[in-house]
């Protein structure tokens, strides 16, 4: 601690007794009307925790005397909305698919209400732009597994893709080949499917003995050019757009085991509208037919 003096100017407030490299500390109070606010802000504080649901437990938090909920809020709030969109979500619900962009006021009802609905309950597979992702189709694109028109975009959403959830759900089921050829003969159908989109394959020795292979086990699907099938839910090999990825390693693990994702029904959880609303939103982002 510093033994210098220190010189104090007429005015200057009492000291605490703190002094460091000639430096003190002044007893300076904070301003009365600035301490009776920060006592007034702590008794307000405990009021609010008393009044409104504040403090966390277990499995919930404490109610507050006044019964204030936000969930409440929000619920009242989602009531007041349907009752509005009553009217033209029961248009909706009762027009044919096809008729629906021909009413304007109807049509762009149900391409912002399937927007909304889309981003709730489809981006988290499909993507907020709905790009997609490995494993999940791209919805821009005009390359789709089952067709997609307005009809065959309903029936995928409302009964989805090989779930055990409905019964009308869209099946197809890709053989394990793995159990099925040889190692060999799986490269060799492999090199084969990368020269059908205009790829250079791994091996074209491999390729040559590989369409005989594909003809044999693979056509009846997708076709003898690698066309796909929609009514089987076959995909293009001929397009060079694939679902979980076109490399020649990704082919393998593809064939070996198989591929066979789920996508779940969707008229469990949403309405009549509601799939309807999507389902328009789904065709006009640039892909549907």
Not at 76 to 95: C, H, K, P, Q
Not at 203 to 231: K, R, T
Request: charge should be negative; aromatic fraction near 12%; glycine fraction near 12%.
């Amino acid at each position: 601690m510093s033994k210098k003096s220190v010189q104090h100017q007429k005015g200057d407030p009492d000291t605490t007794g703190h002094t460091w490299d000639g430096i003190e500390e002044f007893n300076n109070p904070l301003p009365r009307w600035w301490v009776w606010i920060f006592y007034a802000t702590i008794v307000w504080g405990i009021g609010y925790t008393i009044a409104y649901p504040a403090w966390p437990l277990l499995n919930s938090a404490t109610a507050g005397l006044l019964g204030y909920s936000t969930r409440a809020e929000v619920a009242e709030e989602i009531v007041e909305f349907e009752v509005r969109n009553a009217g033209i979500n029961e248009r909706l619900a009762g027009v044919e698919l096809a008729a629906i962009g021909d009413d304007a006021e109807l049509y762009g009802y149900a391409v912002s209400s399937g927007a909304a609905v889309f981003r709730t309950w489809c981006a988290q597979c499909h993507g907020s732009g709905a790009a997609g992702a490995v494993g999940y189709p791209n919805l821009l694109d005009d390359d789709w597994l089952w067709g997609g028109d307005m009809e065959n975009i309903y029936l995928t959403i409302a009964h989805g893709i090989r779930n055990e959830e409905d019964l009308d759900s869209r099946y197809s089921a890709m053989p394990v080949f793995g159990e099925m050829l040889e190692e060999q003969e799986i490269v060799q159908v492999v090199n084969y499917v990368q020269t059908l989109s205009g790829g250079t394959p791994n091996d074209p020795a491999a390729a040559v003995a590989g369409e005989e292979l594909y003809l044999d086990n693979c056509s009846a699907c997708h076709g003898e050019a690698g066309e796909g099938d929609i009514f089987q839910g076959a995909p293009n090999l001929a397009d060079a757009i694939w679902l979980y990825g076109g490399d020649y390693d990704t082919l393998i693990e593809t064939v070996t085991y198989s591929r066979n994702g789920v996508m779940p029904p969707w008229s469990t959880r949403l309405s009549e509208a509601e799939i309807r609303a999507v389902s328009t939103y789904v065709h006009q982002l640039g892909g549907g037919e």
